[in-house]
């Protein structure tokens, strides 16, 4: 037996470690590794309130799946861009592409 | 004998929380670690350590799926992506890189991160900062959730399991539109990843960044003129 709550209790923090490690990098990739790990907490909420709730058990798995369709497109869009900022400028660094700052 | 029946009522729970330890530790390495690899390899495991987290709770198919896509696509992705980006030290301390700076950096923002740690650098504020917002995030969420009341109900672990039928039922009937919409959405993802990767670094932004970033870091990159 296993309380659902818990899996909730743990997406809340991993959303916070994500949040936290995106606020904090200045490295873009590692930027994006830590959205991809919020949206894999929401996905982890998403499942566990739809273990919570019988009748939507299967509704709550597809969005999870739509979710996880978004995080690969947002990945591979992501990354193009930014491989194609170190093609032409040479840093991954987000406080030194500062292009458009007056 | 009803000691080893409560412990194997209770083994759920118990590997819910170790797989929690696992992902939340490694969560905040893919933050903490210098190298950007191992950062990636660290969201490997904390993605496995999710899809261990959905099987219990009864969602087979998304942790398989969760597997397949994200520890098999997208973790490979990353990599790649830090492969083919040829800078050789990608960490978030770029005392190697710091020659880097562009000419026009020399406001705010662009000071370079002070390794010295003898006085409080911006970056260090910074972190203490985001932190701060992290932990106010997850505070106040817990809060609202403690406040509704997250209820105390028990389900069997990982059962009801084959949930894959049902699954693609649901897609195909309930939820055909928003799955075409994601058809879609894929598809120009992709091709636009293809698009805005395959152009050869053109001239154009860099003439109009004044100074060409010859970089040490960036000295592979001889696609660039």
Same mark, same amino acid.
């Not at chain 2, 099987?55 to 087979?60: F, V």
């Not at chain 2, 879609?184 to 001239?203: H, S, T, Y």
């Given at each position: 037996?296993?309380?659902? /709550?818990? @899996?909730?209790? !743990?997406?809340?923090?991993?959303? /916070?470690?994500?949040?936290?490690?995106?606020? &904090? /990098?200045?490295?873009?990739? &590692?930027?994006?590794?830590?959205?991809? !790990?919020?949206?894999?907490?929401?996905?982890?909420?998403?499942?566990?309130? /739809?273990?919570?709730?019988?009748?939507?058990?299967?509704?709550?798995?597809?969005?999870?799946?739509?979710?996880?369709?978004?995080?690969?497109?947002?990945?591979?869009?992501? !990354? @193009?861009?930014?491989?194609?900022?170190? &093609?032409? &400028?040479?840093?991954?660094?987000?406080?030194?592409?500062?292009?458009?700052?007056? | 004998?009803?000691?080893?029946?409560?412990?194997? +009522?209770?083994?759920?729970?118990?590997?819910?929380?170790?797989?929690?330890?696992?992902?939340?530790?490694?969560?905040?390495?893919?933050?903490?670690?210098? +190298?950007?690899?191992?950062?990636?390899?660290?969201?490997?495991?904390?993605?496995?350590?999710?899809?261990?987290?959905?099987?219990?709770?009864?969602?087979?198919?998304?942790?398989?799926?969760?597997?397949?896509?994200?520890?098999?696509?997208?973790?490979?992705?990353?990599?790649?992506?830090?492969?083919?980006?040829?800078?050789?030290?990608?960490?978030?301390?770029?005392?190697?890189?710091?020659?880097?700076?562009?000419?026009?950096?020399?406001?705010?923002?662009?000071?370079?991160?002070?390794?010295?740690?003898?006085?409080?650098?911006?970056?260090?504020?910074?972190?203490?900062?985001?932190?701060?917002?992290?932990?106010?995030?997850?505070?106040?969420?817990?809060?609202?959730?403690?406040?509704?009341?997250?209820?105390?109900?028990?389900?069997?672990?990982?059962?009801?399991?084959?949930?894959?039928?049902?699954?693609?039922?649901?897609?195909?009937?309930?939820?055909?539109?928003?799955?075409?919409?994601?058809?879609?959405?894929?598809?120009?993802?992709?091709?636009?990843?293809?698009?805005?990767?395959? +152009?050869?670094?053109?001239?154009?932004?860099?003439?109009?960044?004044?100074?060409?970033?010859?970089?040490?870091?960036?000295?592979?990159?001889?696609?660039?003129?």
């Amino acid at each position: 037996m296993i309380n659902p /709550s818990y @899996a909730v209790i !743990l997406g809340v923090l991993l959303f /916070s470690v994500g949040l936290y490690g995106a606020l &904090r /990098s200045t490295n873009a990739v &590692r930027i994006l590794m830590c959205i991809e !790990l919020m949206l894999n907490a929401v996905n982890l909420v998403f499942v566990a309130f /739809s273990r919570l709730r019988p009748e939507a058990m299967i509704a709550g798995q597809v969005f999870a799946i739509f979710i996880m369709a978004v995080a690969a497109a947002e990945a591979a869009v992501g !990354l @193009a861009i930014i491989l194609q900022i170190v &093609r032409q &400028r040479g840093v991954v660094y987000m406080d030194k592409i500062n292009l458009l700052k007056g | 004998m009803s000691f080893l029946d409560a412990f194997v +009522r209770a083994l759920p729970t118990l590997g819910l929380f170790t797989l929690a330890a696992i992902i939340l530790v490694s969560g905040f390495m893919v933050s903490q670690v210098r +190298r950007i690899t191992h950062a990636a390899f660290f969201m490997v495991l904390a993605f496995t350590g999710v899809a261990g987290v959905f099987i219990l709770l009864g969602a087979d198919f998304l942790g398989a799926a969760q597997v397949l896509i994200y520890v098999g696509a997208i973790a490979v992705m990353f990599l790649f992506a830090i492969m083919v980006s040829d800078l050789k030290e990608l960490s978030d301390n770029p005392r190697g890189t710091a020659a880097a700076t562009t000419a026009d950096g020399s406001s705010g923002a662009a000071a370079p991160a002070a390794r010295p740690d003898g006085s409080p650098s911006p970056r260090g504020a910074w972190s203490v900062l985001s932190g701060l917002v992290a932990l106010g995030f997850a505070g106040f969420v817990l809060a609202a959730l403690a406040k509704a009341g997250l209820p105390a109900v028990e389900v069997p672990a990982a059962s009801g399991l084959p949930t894959t039928a049902p699954i693609g039922r649901a897609l195909f009937t309930t939820f055909l539109l928003p799955f075409e919409v994601a058809s879609i959405v894929l598809l120009a993802a992709l091709v636009g990843a293809i698009v805005i990767a395959a +152009r050869e670094g053109g001239g154009e932004a860099e003439a109009k960044a004044g100074s060409p970033p010859t970089s040490a870091a960036g000295g592979g990159k001889g696609d660039a003129a």
